[in-house]
């Protein structure tokens, strides 16, 4: 291969790279091929541990995730609040995680807990908020829910929300679900909550975090774990509800599939310049 | 003596947050409840001096014309404005102001932060990520690997129950749980020894970093 053609190759433009990478995403977003999703005995077991509770049986769920984390978590919290409903489970919703509460909201709406399933806020669901301090709050819980959230997201004073006279501390609770896309999160749930209080745990989490909890699924600290796209996208196929998840994964499959063209070339350049150089 | 203060109150603490796992007395069970009110109270005020510390750093920055002062006078003048909507206003409606900024420039803005992470690993994968040794060689292989295997399409390449050790994503999955759990695990009890150790010495007082001293 001619030396400037070599050199041309290896240090290309970056901007072309970038155009590639943005029709990688784009055009299967566009134009969608339906691939076929193999569910993992992760996200199984997750799915069966829900479905697996008895009716009317109270969930907490901390939603822990911020906008940068939503494409990723957001599918698994649409489709979660589907399965919720339609178990006919009751759920008290805390954050740890300061945006958190408005996109909670959001899904609220978007699922139609109040107006499709025709659950009621203070009855079948409470949504508590945000609360700052972390694994002190999660310490906090375990002695009492009702002294950490004093009021719900709507200030009305816990004494006067019906659900919430059923539950104040984790042995209250069915299973704790987190939707986790960084600390505080899965981690220190499992270290501060479940560890010591011995609660079923599953959730979900960002894909560059799953290798990290995996060896708390491995171990039984949690029963089920949904990761990344992926995870949340097998979640909706097992839940019924192909979403957002299921349609990112073409432009994910395409992505990868970029980067390892990107990786192998990328490396035979370097090695037949580092061997015109010798 | 501030000194001395705050190291007492570490110790304090630090012991009670720590008897509070052997103690099930309903007595000291209320005290410990009672100090970690006390904490959350403290953590909330962490945000006051948060903010202060925001705007004194660039206040000065913009009272001094520094470098970038312009983008300080949109950081300040952003948290103020976010601030004295979620104050003033309610929150609680879809159409509120402060909800109203949230879902339609905080959310899109952080989305799209994020979401340059894609490029930056395109350029990544193109100039930096080189077998320049046997070591690196066996990361790049595992990362193709994991990669293909964690994408339908590499199922669809060359997996299935009859693919020679399950194809991409059989092999994935062995990656995942075998060599990167076995890490994953050390690295855990790692960090939990050197948490333990760590909490030993500031409780004792050996470990004075967070005071602002040298350790």
Known sequence: MPGALLRKLEFVDR?????????????????????????????QDLYDSIEDLPEGSVVLVSVDYDPTGKPELEPFHVALFHQIARKKLRMVIVSLWSPAPPLTEQVIAEVGLETTYGMERGVDFVHLGFKEGRQIVMESMGRSLRQTFPVDRDRTPVSEIPLMQEVDKYDDFAMLINISAGSPGVKEYVQVVQSQYGIKMTGACTAVSGPDYVPYYDSGQMLGLAAGMKGAAEYEVLVGLPGSATAGMVAQSTTHLLLVAFIVFGNVMFFLARKRRS | MKRAVSLTLTFIAGFLMMADFFVPHASFRGVVAEVRQWGLIVVAFTYVLGVANVAQVHGRRISRRESDWFNSIVLVGSMAGMAGLGIFHSHDSPDSPFIWLFNHVYD????????????????????????????????????????????????????????????????????????????????????????????????????????????
């Open chain 2, 108 to 215: 899109p803005l952080s989305s799209t932060m994020f979401a340059l992470l894609a490029f930056f690993i395109t350029s990544a994968a193109y100039r930096a990520f080189r077998a320049r040794s046997v070591e690196a060689a066996l990361l790049l292989g595992a990362a193709i690997l994991v990669m293909l295997g964690q994408v339908p399409v590499g199922a669809a390449i060359w997996g299935g129950e009859d693919a020679f050790l399950g194809g991409f994503p059989g092999i994935k999955d062995w990656i995942m749980s075998v060599p990167n759990m076995a890490a994953k695990r050390a690295i855990l009890m790692g960090a939990a020894l050197g948490a333990i150790s760590t909490g030993i010495r500031v409780i004792l007082g050996i470990e004075r970093a967070h005071l602002g001293g040298g350790g």
């Open chain 1, 15 to 43: 901007r072309w790279l970038f155009l590639m990478m943005a029709c990688a995403i784009v055009i299967p977003l566009i134009f969608p091929v339906p691939l076929p999703i193999a569910v993992t005995d992760m996200v």
